[in-house]
């Protein structure tokens, strides 16, 4: 990527030593190592993010082609991307429809027990009975 050869990182380390000296040459090493991790990390995030959203966009496309040819006569490559699609379709509406129906359901069915108990008022002994 740099072109960078031995003897190049040799003079670099030794200047490194002269400048920053052998306590602070370790450390400096370091954070340049971490400044370097994080940047490639970064990177790989953002291909990768990148690369998704090309997925996401070749799908959409083929399926704007799919709408346009009517559904019919499609090629296997369509075909299998309405699919996907359908199927990402049903894999993120079904949370849902399984919280919409157990709130139904939950709705349906009379308070539990333990409801009922604590909206029950408190019987208490009145002030003006002492106990014997």
Known sequence: MFDIGFWELVLISVVGLVVLGPERLPTAIRSVSRFISSAKSMANNVKDEL???????????NLRKAEKMGMEDLSPELKSSVEEL??????????????KVQTTASDAKE??????????????????????
């Not at 690369?51 to 496309?61: G, I, T």
């Not at 308070?111 to 208490?124: C, F, G, L, Q, R």
């Open 111 to 132: 308070p539990s027990p333990v409801v009922e108990d604590v909206v029950k008022p408190v019987e208490t002994e009145s002030p003006d009975k002492k106990v014997q």
């Open 51 to 61: 690369s998704h959203e090309l997925k996401v966009q070749e799908l959409q496309e």
């Open 86 to 99: 359908k199927q990402a379709a049903q894999e993120v509406t079904r949370p849902y429809a399984k919280d």
